[in-house]
Antibody, heavy 122, light 111 residues
Framework: EVQLVESGGGLVQPGGSLKLSCAASGFTFSASAMHWVRQASGKGLEWVGRIRSKANSYATTYAASVKGRFTISRDDSKNTAYLQMNSLKAEDTAVYYC?????????????WGQGTLVTVSS | QSALTQPPSASGSPGQSVTISCTGTSSDVGGYNYVSWYQQNPGKAPKLMIYEVSKRPSGVPDRFSGSKSGDTASLTVSGLQAEDEADYYCSSYAGNNNAWVFGGGTKLTVL
């Protein structure tokens, strides 16, 4: 059974930092690209960024709204992806989902975690 | 990267068909056959319903179908059932920026 389990969410002050984790199981994590997608309360989905597999040099790309503040990384030995969030703003408040993209060029998100809530507030 | 445009709401009676549109640009929807659709129930994670414009993952009923014409993609739900009531989001790869973009979402109501 495929599972993606996010953790690390919580309350953080504006300007602060937080690191989210996404533990994966049930599929070949090392051969998959991993994305982060967020959703503010009552709002739509927003793509945050992606990290590719080792075969694709762990290349990362980010949405303009988070570029320079957020960093995606991964540890294939732990089947875990991470989202390091710095210089957080109130508008970063959202549920953050990790999701998988099978690196066979389908460019879709076939597995999703349950999400973890990040609240940026003083 | 601007969000794709979806109608905020759609509705139909049980057994009817409903189509949800998703309009982008030549940089995303119109430029690639990498449009996908997701169903999201309240408090739940999204679920992949359609990928590569018109392909269905295993387990998704064939009542769900997708298509694309130019810069607009569409999701059609035929033979509406009460369980289809949910939010639906389209997504497209936007290769110029090596990024992805979502639509604003459509709330489907089964009357």
């Amino acid at each position: 059974e495929v599972q993606l389990v996010e953790s690390g969410g919580g309350l953080v002050q504006p300007g602060g930092s937080l690191k989210l984790s996404c533990a994966a199981s049930g599929f070949t994590f090392s051969a998959s690209a991993m994305h982060w997608v967020r959703q503010a309360s009552g709002k739509g989905l927003e793509w945050v960024g992606r990290i590719r597999s080792k075969a694709n040099s762990y290349a990362t790309t980010y949405a303009a709204s988070v570029k320079g503040r957020f960093t995606i990384s991964r540890d294939d030995s732990k089947n875990t992806a991470y989202l390091q969030m710095n210089s957080l703003k109130a508008e970063d408040t959202a549920v953050y989902y990790c999701t998988r993209e099978e690196e066979t060029a389908t460019h879709d998100f076939d597995y999703w975690g349950q999400g973890t809530l990040v609240t940026v507030s003083s | 990267q601007s969000a794709l445009t979806q109608p905020p709401s759609a509705s139909g009676s049980p057994g009817q068909s409903v189509t949800i549109s998703c309009t982008g640009t030549s940089s995303d929807v119109g430029g690639y056959n990498y449009v996908s659709w997701y169903q999201q129930n309240p408090g739940k994670a999204p679920k992949l319903m359609i990928y590569e414009v018109s392909k269905r993952p295993s387990g998704v009923p064939d009542r769900f179908s997708g298509s694309k014409s130019g810069d607009t993609a569409s999701l059609t739900v035929s033979g509406l059932q009460a369980e289809d009531e949910a939010d639906y989001y389209c997504s497209s790869y936007a290769g110029n920026n090596n990024a992805w973009v979502f639509g604003g979402g459509t709330k489907l109501t089964v009357l």
